[in-house]
């Protein structure tokens, strides 16, 4: 396990996804961001996940470095979570899905708004904390914002540039774990563990 780091993903209500990542595959790690490439079927997957905002970045790339287009509501390049920022602890990452998406278009310009439905629910079902709910909206607000200033592209290019994505080994599928496995999780502590981020 040495050479791995393990993410820790939950997705409310239960759903815990453990992503065992090969260290080699981290391009940057440092106080406010982890950005990783990896191998997921003929693809390469770059995530960029921050430690201080409430949303993290999905985008594939072919073998030859160019963003891969995915269809859906809009033709969208950029997968973004909005989620509670990255707890680091013992080289393990921890953070938790808000149900709350932004799928943004390869100009990096032009998005939509997703999942609004799946958010109102869980809302209402109390599996968020009140942090988690404000989190997520400012999260989105955040990101537009990010978009509408220069686009995301610029933003994320800043952070890593695309032409630096590797050809890695691929990643292993998620181990899926109940959140009773993970006490970090539990829903009783997490207001005390993200209330400072906001």
């Excluded at 993290?56 to 030859?64: I, K, Q, S, Y």
């Excluded at 609004?116 to 904390?129: N, P, R, Y």
């Excluded at 914002?145 to 590797?166: C, H, S, Y």
Aim: charged share 25%.
């Amino acid at each position: 396990m040495k050479d791995n780091f393990l993410f820790y993903n939950f997705h409310p209500p239960e759903e815990v996804r453990v992503f065992t990542t090969p260290k080699a595959a981290v391009k940057r790690w440092d106080s406010s961001v982890l950005v990783f490439d990896v191998r997921i079927g003929n693809g390469i997957l770059r995530k960029y996940s921050f430690t201080n905002r409430w949303f993290e970045v999905h985008c594939t790339f072919d073998l030859d470095g160019k963003l891969l287009p995915e269809s859906g509501p809009i033709d969208w390049a950029f997968n973004c979570d909005m989620c509670t920022p990255a707890i680091v602890r013992d080289s393990s990452l921890y953070n938790i899905d808000l149900s709350l998406d932004i799928l943004v278009e390869p100009d990096g310009l032009s998005y939509t708004l997703t999942d609004e439905d799946d958010f109102s629910k869980i809302c209402a079902q109390g599996l968020l904390t009140p942090t988690e709910i404000i989190g997520a909206r400012r999260g989105a607000d955040d990101l537009i914002a990010i978009i509408k200033r220069n686009g995301l592209r610029p933003f994320l290019e800043e952070i890593l540039p695309f032409d630096t994505v590797l050809k890695n080994e691929p990643q292993e599928p998620p181990q899926r774990k109940s959140v009773t496995d993970v006490p970090l999780f539990a829903l009783s502590g997490r207001e005390r563990i993200w209330k400072p981020a906001l």
